[in-house]
Structure formats: C-alpha cells, structure tokens
C-alpha cells in the first residue's frame, strides 16, 4: 500500500477544460515535488515544494500550476493542456535530507484529447 | 554535471536465474543512491538504498553496494520470480540541492516461467 495517495487514477480531458489533480501524505514530509513521466522513460521532475513554499519550479509551462494548501496536501491544476501534454503524473514527498528517500504516489494517467 | 547511467534493456532472463542490472554515475558531491521499482500502471516503490561508500542496501533480496571507488551500485538478485518483472531505476540525491533525485533511464526487466 502507497503511503502517498493520488487523485484521480484516471483523468480525460479536452484542451480547453481545467482540472486539477490531488495528492496526500500523512507520513509529516515537509517536501513534496510533481512530476511527470512519459512512456518508457524517468520521472522528469516538475516543481518542488519545501515547508509548503514553492522552491523548485522546472521551467514548466504556466498551464501547469501547482498549489500546497497545507503540509500534506499538494495539488496540479490544469488549463489549457496540449496533446503532447498527456502523461503520468506523479506525486512524492520525502523528508528534506538527502539519505532519505522519495516516496511515490501510483499516479494519474492523464489524456489530453 | 550529475548523471546516472544504466545499463541497456530490455533485460530476459528466466525464472531463478541470477540477476545483474548495472548502474554507475556521475556526481560532483557525495551522493545518496536509491534503486526503485515500478510496476505495470504503478508509481515508483523504493526497493533500496545506500547512503555512503560500502553500505549495502538489500531488500526483498535484492542487494546492491555503494562503491565509491567505481562509482557504481549496481543491483543484483540471486534468483528471480516471475514477479520481479518490472522497469527498475537507479538515481541519486545529493547532500547540496537535496531535493532533486536524478535518475537513470530504467532498465526493463521480464522473467519467463
């Protein structure tokens, strides 16, 4: 069972809708990050979120915009995605230091139609 | 730069066969070294890690050790199920910009029964 849950599993969209994507830890990791991954590939790292401010943010286009309500509340909302835009999402948190590793959420499946 | 390099997959093997998928990286500090799984439609599991040189990390077993002098962790399994069939990636976190893991490409592995 993953310790970080996402939500939706599962999101079809068309390129003028806005959604937003959700995710949640209760393990009190302070740092939380999206990103995104294509078919066969790494994770490609999107934003990161240190003590619920934003300070990574990974040149991704302005259609993505993240928001952290709270310590263990991380969201993704979308507008205005392109095709090329579908993939896997992903959420993780870990601690801040570095021996300690990042725990993945499964993900949603994004379509952009 | 930091980078992280994996072996070329697809990996075959058939079920109790011994297990090598090598990785070795490149860093400008002293980094953490993490080996995760992905399943099919799954996010990221941490199989394990090593925190410095000549820790051995192992879990469900899997082992790999940290070998500061070849820059290598390279994972090994003893004998494969038909269940360990998954993408496996090897990253690394440095002490300094603790917040970002640098991943290798993944290596795709099938067990046949």
Request: hydrophobic fraction near 30%; aromatic fraction near 10%.
């Amino acid at each position: 069972d993953t310790e970080v849950t996402q939500t939706p599993k599962h999101l079809v969209m068309g390129m003028t809708n806005k959604k937003s994507l959700k995710c949640e830890q209760h393990m009190g990791h302070r740092a939380m990050y999206w990103y995104k991954q294509k078919a066969k590939k790494p994770p490609e790292l999107m934003f990161v979120y240190s003590y619920e401010k934003l300070s990574i943010n990974e040149s991704v286009p302005s259609r993505f915009s993240p928001e952290c309500p709270n310590s263990s509340l991380l969201n993704l909302h979308l507008h205005a995605l392109q095709p090329e835009d579908s993939a896997l999402y992903l959420c993780a948190s870990s601690q801040w230091t570095a021996n300690q590793p990042q725990h993945f959420g499964d993900g949603t499946r994004l379509s952009i139609l | 730069g930091n980078s992280v390099t994996q072996m070329e997959g697809p990996v075959t093997l058939s079920e109790e066969a011994f297990l090598t998928i090598n990785c070795t990286y490149t860093a400008t500090g002293y980094p953490s070294l993490f080996w995760y799984v992905q399943y099919p439609g799954e996010g990221l599991q941490l199989l394990l890690k090593a925190t410095k040189a000549d820790d051995k990390g192992s879990n469900k077993g899997f082992e790999a050790t940290y070998r500061k002098e070849t820059t290598s962790f390279h994972l090994e399994k003893g004998s494969v199920q038909v269940s360990d069939s998954a993408v496996y990636f090897c990253a690394l976190r440095l002490i300094q910009g603790a917040q970002k893991l640098v991943f290798g490409q993944g290596t795709r592995l099938t067990i046949n029964p």
